[in-house]
């Protein structure tokens, strides 16, 4: 049986989605259910720029070194596209800088 993560976006009017552990964010959430954007869904344009709260793991060395030029000293600044969910999350939109 698989497990599901709740993912929710505190500060809009988006309502919670579910979906499995282990799923790729970028894949999942759309215009229509989330506010987040997404550019090139490969970690390199930092569109999908956001502030996640919840146990996740870290970010690999590519997104890291983006992360670093786009929200430096932010710990919960990653990029939407490259989260792997494990855990229920909240998801809030974050502006580069």
Not at 19 to 30: A, G, I, K, V
Not at 48 to 63: K, R
Not at 80 to 87: L, P, Y
């Amino acid at each position: 049986m698989a497990d599901y993560c709740k993912i929710s976006f505190p500060g809009s009017d988006f309502v919670t989605i579910t979906l499995e552990c282990h799923q790729n964010l970028s894949e999942h959430l759309t215009i229509q259910n989330s506010p987040v954007l997404f550019g090139c869904r490969t970690g390199i344009c930092g569109t999908c720029l956001v502030e996640v709260i919840g146990d996740i793991p870290p970010p690999q060395p590519d997104e890291q070194e983006m992360l670093e030029t786009l929200a430096a000293n932010h710990p919960h600044a990653r990029l939407a596209c490259q989260v792997d969910v494990t855990e229920n999350v909240e998801i809030r939109k974050r502006s580069k800088g």
